[in-house]
């Protein structure tokens, strides 16, 4: 998954790459005539890409290399899948970027804001070269607020994929270990833990090597944020509704903003998780791995499985297919038998569904109108569907009818998540999958319904008027926007250090209040008071 997933993954290339690919730098003097009905020469645009590590090629997407020939196109892509976030700030700042940048939220409103006169208002383009675009926004009105900046103007356009369920992740347990060692399922964090000690010491998978289990696993903690698939979820056990991974800790509450980097219920959390570690319960790898090799370490051998309880997408996602029968989807847990908090999950829908920025276009580009009519291609729904599971004929069927079928894997052994993301743009690209596409989803998207019932007595509970923070749809000033940014870069960096010190080695009550007082000092009181004023204007304007 992931843009999931993750919200989530953190791309790089280098600045050698980079400033060979610039929109400013374009010397192509090939004329404009892209587009149906073009004889001359293609356009030659540059784009940088932020994609997920396990995609193909550009080259090899025959979707892609359609698309770019009815728009009239050829781009030189920089295909980038690490550190983007480090890198970003250098190509920004030095005002010298392609002629498109696509990947979801791979730019952000803040930067909009921080580099005034570098992105393109693409409002105009849109009108005359964007009937795609133009009718995702008359269908899904909500997609225009998303990409309108408070002065009406649109530098970034968002996504639309409808098909995805109300949160990213799900929680997974051996059963197969469960049953060989007689345990119950656990429902709360002290049944958790000793569930996770059996596993450990009883030589769960039956391979003769006591010890050689990884009772839980974890993905790996993003450098600017959280993402899915992390035990942060554990905080809806005591009633904290995260909205899309809450990845920088702000929440909502009975309508009140908040943020659970500074609250007791995190450092209840925490202080599990390091009596979990310290037991030798979490894999010692968890703050070192990468995504790829969190995957790899959960599908073992394809025989043996090695991870008994973790989070993730969709089982056989997470684990392959060969060992998704031993696992099981569970329900949230208690933070003990006794306790009495409200049950809660992560709620994220919207950055599912919905994406923010997923591509943009430099204002010094020299082929605006190429541009955009390739980015139109993007968003017809059929297009679009491709750039989401993969070309037609090879991922997906047409069944001659105005009807659409996911295809399995043409590889057996390999999961049709992995498949996805392997062959195509998947959840990063930009994209209309319109509620009038008829598309057969295939078993994974299927089976994620299903895998996502336990959790739904905790989602339907939660109130969406209330306890959800809708992030997306809120739009800043430019001084709001460029203030919350830096406190949160302050803010994340004395975080995400001390989730892993503390997790790995403890500390936590007697760092405690100085910890507190560090974090108010980045400004995280500020950051509250102006998302909580946006929110209630938001919310007065429903």
């Not at 010298?96 to 006169?117: M, R």
């Not at 309880?309 to 056989?316: L, P, Q």
């Not at 599912?352 to 291609?377: C, D, P, R």
């Not at 749809?473 to 302050?490: E, G, H």
Request: with cysteine; net charge negative.
């Amino acid at each position: 998954m992931r843009k999931f997933l993750v919200g989530l993954l953190v791309l790089v290339f280098s600045a050698a790459t980079v400033s060979g690919c610039s929109g400013g730098n374009n010397t192509n003097t090939n004329t404009e005539a892209a587009g149906a009905g073009n004889t001359g020469k293609k356009v030659k645009l540059t784009a940088i890409m932020t994609k997920h590590p396990l995609t193909q090629e550009f080259s090899k997407m025959k979707w892609l290399q359609e698309a770019q020939e009815r728009a009239g196109v050829e781009i030189e892509w920089q295909e980038v899948t690490a550190d983007w976030d480090q890198k970003k700030g250098t190509l920004l700042a030095s005002g010298d970027i392609p002629d498109l940048i696509v990947g979801v939220n791979s730019i952000t409103d803040a930067d909009f804001s921080q580099f005034p006169g570098l992105f393109e208002d693409m409002t105009g383009l849109i009108k005359e070269y964007g009937p795609n675009v133009q009718a995702m926004f008359d269908a899904k009105p909500e997609t225009k607020v998303i990409a309108t900046q408070l002065d009406g103007k649109i530098y970034g356009l968002p996504k639309y994929q409808r098909f995805w369920p109300e949160t990213t992740t799900r929680q997974f347990i051996n059963q197969k270990w469960l049953d060989k060692l007689g345990l119950q399922m656990p429902t709360n964090w002290d049944e958790l833990y000793d569930v996770l000690k059996a596993f450990k010491d009883e030589d769960a998978n039956g391979n003769g090597d006591p010890g050689d289990e990884i009772p839980m696993d974890f993905a790996p903690t993003g450098t600017v944020a959280f993402g899915a698939f992390m035990p942060t979820v554990l905080l809806g056990s005591e009633g904290i509704t995260l909205t899309d991974n809450s990845g920088l800790g702000y929440f909502v509450e009975d309508g009140q903003v908040k943020n659970f980097f500074t609250d007791e219920r995190y450092k209840t959390l925490v202080t599990f998780l390091n009596k979990c570690f310290s037991a030798g319960l979490i894999n010692p790898e968890v703050f070192t791995q990468d995504y790829t090799k969190f995957q790899s370490v959960a599908r073992g051998n394809g025989v043996t499985a090695a991870v008994g309880f973790t989070w993730g997408w969709e089982v056989t996602d997470r684990v392959g297919n060969a060992l998704a029968p031993q696992y099981t989807s569970m329900s949230p847990l208690k933070v003990s038998a006794d306790s009495t908090s409200r049950i809660s999950w992560s709620y994220d829908y919207n950055s599912l569904n919905y994406g923010v920025n997923t591509v943009q276009m430099s204002a010094k580009s020299k082929h605006k109108e190429a541009a955009m009519k390739f980015i139109n291609e993007l968003y017809d729904p059929t297009v679009s569907m491709q750039v989401l599971f993969g070309s037609l004929g090879t991922n997906i069927g047409d069944n001659g009818d105005g009807t659409y079928t996911i295809l399995p894997p043409t590889d057996t052994a390999m999961d049709p998540g992995t498949w996805k993301w392997t062959s195509s743009w998947a959840d990063n690209g930009a994209m209309y999958i319109a509620d009038s596409l008829k598309l057969t989803l295939g078993t994974d998207m299927q089976s994620v319904g299903k895998q996502t019932e336990p959790l739904k007595a905790a989602l339907d509970a939660i109130n969406k008027d209330t306890d959800v923070l809708p992030s997306m749809f809120i739009k800043y000033s430019a001084a709001d926007n460029n203030a919350m940014s830096l406190n949160n870069t302050s803010m994340m960096s004395l975080a995400l250090s001390k989730w892993s010190q503390w997790i790995t080695k403890g500390g936590i009550d007697s760092e405690w209040d100085a910890y507190v007082k560090n974090i108010e000092k980045t400004g995280v009181s500020k950051n509250i008071e102006i998302i909580q004023k946006y929110y209630d204007d938001y919310k007065s304007n429903q």
